[in-house]
């Protein structure tokens, strides 16, 4: 097995050829008949299952797990917790080489090298999974940094280490597998419920893109390669036509979030066009929502077009906010109706007098100006606690529901709600 285990290492990019070697491993060690790898998928902080064939298993959407995210030094008792629960654990390794440091500077999120530990506990033996990217460094470096942890989480265990993404490819290949998503129709939409714990009820959904391939494997990582290759206008009308599809089934006056890109607005200015999948809508539902960080090179078409449909019934959502984008400025001239908290804000809320402070001063302003705040990533009942007693009332995260293709309903909110609040562990505002 430990010869197996090491070509892993070296199979380079053929992330294929690699999982299947793992899963003959794990059949021959354990006597296995089936096996199931599943991959960290940072764009949705979740293990999704995969075939032998390196290929997102379509018949297999609802085989997720949520992980618990560990950043910097963590207490033993989170992770004594996550293994007890055999809930995967994603662990952020600071000890990045000088040239991965260099990065720091990008306002993006790509220099949080994250690692997706799990224990599977096979015939009372522990096995200890690490999926790294071949993208992030030298296999070898990545291997010797975080091994240990690993060890010292889950005891003796065998370590599996294979390439959860390719190596870079041309722009040729890139582009023919962004044609291969659209063309074979690997994309999806999942929804995520935004709960008003007052009302004790959805208020709305938001729509999240999902792409079942191993290459493109995130929304950001997709979004990037259409804006690239000019092809953003077919991801969005299938990303938006698809989720205006689902909003009957939704049921009553709930809103439906829709994320858009500044180029979006531009496409759909038109509103008379069959192309435009708004036509002959009814708007009053929907909410348009646009991150800060495209706010800031927004220019004042794409400014004026949002003041047009907010002036059509359209909700406008600032997202993100608190993500490392602000600007006070965008928060004052678009006059959103939401803002969304992001979850660097959210995250440990209950140990941060200063995320407090700052959370009750937004959620003073939203008021003041009419808007709703919205909690994105609440993951934990000390983070919901801490937000209610807030009087904060619109919670989205994976306490309350996953992501899912079928909508959660009341019903199941309000049996999450009473379950959550039912437990011991309560933490109070600073």
Not at 22 to 39: D, P
Not at 301 to 316: D, H, P
Not at 332 to 347: H, Q, V
């Amino acid at each position: 097995m430990d010869a197996a285990l090491k070509e892993i290492l070296e199979a380079g990019g053929d992330f294929a050829a690699a999982q299947s070697r793992v899963v003959t491993a794990l059949k021959e060690a354990f006597g296995l008949s089936r096996v199931t790898i599943m991959l960290y998928n940072k764009s949705t902080n979740m293990l999704e299952s995969v075939s032998a064939a390196g290929v997102p298993n379509v018949d297999h959407r609802d085989i997720r797990a949520p992980v618990i995210r560990i950043d910097g030094i963590s207490s033993r008792a989170v992770e004594a917790r996550a293994f007890l629960e055999n809930r995967p654990i994603v662990i952020r390794d600071r000890s990045a080489d000088p040239q991965y440091r260099m990065r720091r500077k990008f306002p993006h999120k790509t220099y949080s090298r994250e690692f997706a530990i799990f224990p599977l506990s096979v015939r009372s033996r522990k096995l200890g999974v690490l999926a790294v990217s071949n993208d992030e460094g030298n296999p070898a470096h990545l291997t010797r940094s975080i091994t240990g942890r690993i060890a010292r989480l889950a005891g003796p265990i065998a370590k599996i280490v294979y390439s959860a993404i390719p190596k870079a490819r041309t722009d040729r290949e890139m582009a023919g597998v962004l044609n291969d998503i659209l063309q074979k129709e690997l994309l999806w939409m999942a929804f995520q419920p935004i709960v008003d714990i007052g009302k004790r009820a959805i208020h709305g959904y938001e729509a999240l893109l999902r792409v079942n391939h191993p290459v493109l494997n995130g929304p950001e990582v997709l979004i990037g390669c259409a804006e690239k290759f000019n092809t953003l206008r077919d991801l969005s009308f299938f990303a938006h036509s698809t989720a205006l599809r689902s909003l009957r089934s939704m049921g009553g006056h709930r809103k439906l979030f829709l994320n858009l890109h500044p180029r979006d607005f531009v496409e759909y200015e038109n509103l008379d066009r069959k192309s435009n999948p708004f036509f002959g809508r009814d708007l009053s539902q929907i909410v348009f929502e646009i991150t800060e960080r495209y706010c800031l090179h927004a220019t004042d078409r794409i400014l004026s077009i949002i003041r047009f449909f907010k002036g059509l019934g359209v909700g406008i959502a600032l997202d993100d906010l608190g993500s490392g984008y602000s600007s006070l400025e965008v928060l004052a001239g678009l006059e959103p109706d939401y803002i969304k908290l992001d979850m660097s804000l959210i995250r440990s809320i209950h140990q941060s007098d200063r995320k407090q402070k700052l959370v009750r001063s937004l959620l003073y302003y939203s008021d003041q100006i009419g808007a709703q705040c919205v909690a994105e990533g609440v993951e934990t009942k000390e983070e919901y606690d801490v937000l209610k007693g807030m009087k904060c009332r619109l919670i989205q995260g994976f306490l309350l529901a996953m992501p899912s293709e079928r909508p959660a309903c009341d019903a199941e909110i309000k049996d999450r709600l009473r379950t959550i609040e039912s437990s011991r562990v309560v933490a109070t505002p600073r």
